[in-house]
C-alpha cells in the first residue's frame, strides 16, 4: 500500500518527531529523578552519543531508547510500507547504539540504555533505581 502522503508532507511529519523533550521518554525520567531526589544529574552533555542524562561525578551516562527507533520489539511495530528502508535505519540505529556504548564504556563511563517501555512500569521504575544506585546522589 503506497504511503497516503505526499513525500513532502510525510517529511513535515517526520520532522515534527523530537529527539529532546520527549514526554514518554526524557521528561517521564526527570519526574521519576525528582520523585527520589535523584540529584547530580546533566541533560545536553556534549558527551560522544549524546546520553539523555548524565551523571559527570560518577561517570555514567544514561540513554533513553525509543522502542520503535532502537529496534526494541516490544509492540512489534514494523511498518510495512516502505519495510526495506525501516529494517535498515533500525538496524544502523542499533549499531551506532552497540558503538556509542563501547565506546563510552572504553573511556570509564557506565552506560545505562533504557527502553522507552521500561518507563511505563513501576516495577522496571525501581529496577532502574538498582541499576543506577551507587552511581547518583539522593539529597
Avoid at 61 to 86: E, Q, S
Avoid at 89 to 107: G, H, M, W
Amino acid at each position: 500500500m503506497a504511503d497516503v502522503f505526499t513525500k513532502e508532507q510525510r517529511s513535515e511529519i517526520m520532522r515534527q518527531v523530537k529527539s529532546a523533550k520527549n514526554k514518554s521518554t526524557e521528561l517521564k525520567l526527570i519526574a521519576f529523578f525528582k520523585e527520589n531526589h535523584i540529584t547530580g544529574w546533566r541533560r545536553n552533555s556534549k558527551l560522544f552519543g549524546k546520553p539523555d542524562f548524565t551523571f559527570p561525578k560518577h561517570r555514567a551516562a544514561i540513554f533513553v531508547d525509543g522502542c520503535f527507533w532502537h529496534g526494541h520489539d516490544c509492540r512489534n511495530t514494523r511498518p510495512k510500507n516502505n519495510a526495506d528502508y525501516w529494517t535498515k535505519k533500525r538496524e544502523r540505529n542499533i549499531n551506532r547504539d552497540k558503538f556509542v556504548t563501547q565506546t563510552l564504556e572504553n573511556k570509564g563511563w557506565t552506560v545505562v540504555r533504557i527502553w522507552e517501555c521500561e518507563l511505563k512500569n513501576q516495577q522496571i521504575l525501581e529496577a532502574i533505581k538498582l541499576k543506577v544506585n551507587g552511581k547518583v546522589e539522593r539529597e
